[in-house]
């Protein structure tokens, strides 16, 4: 699939121009009705969980997936790096 980093307030505009959309964020998500998968809030977990959830998405077929940006700060950069290089 294709992966955008992108901000919460842009999904509709990517929702609209997709059909199988997936998002993986960190806080939780309503409101929309897509595939969502909420990650651990802490870079460790976040960054093990991160690659397995990308290779699942990538199974079952998904044309987009919508990344949201990880905290800005330090402790999640090397994170904030790969997602980077991966879109």
């Known amino acids: 699939p294709n992966i955008c980093l992108a901000e919460r307030d842009t999904w509709s505009e990517h929702l609209a121009n997709h059909?199988?959309?997936?998002?993986?964020?960190?806080?939780?998500?309503?409101?929309?009705?897509?595939?969502?998968?909420q990650m651990p809030d802490d870079p460790a977990s976040y960054q093990k969980q991160l690659f397995s959830t990308?290779?699942?998405?990538?199974?079952?077929?998904?044309?987009?997936?919508?990344?949201?940006?990880?905290?800005?700060?330090?402790?999640?950069?090397?994170?904030?790096?790969?997602?980077?290089r991966t879109t």
């Open 19 to 37: 059909e199988r959309v997936a998002i993986i964020c960190i806080r939780p998500l309503d409101g929309l009705d897509v595939a969502w998968f």
């Open 54 to 84: 990308l290779r699942a998405l990538d199974k079952d077929e998904y044309d987009l997936v919508l990344v949201e940006p990880v905290p800005s700060d330090s402790t999640w950069d090397a994170i904030r790096n790969r997602l980077n």
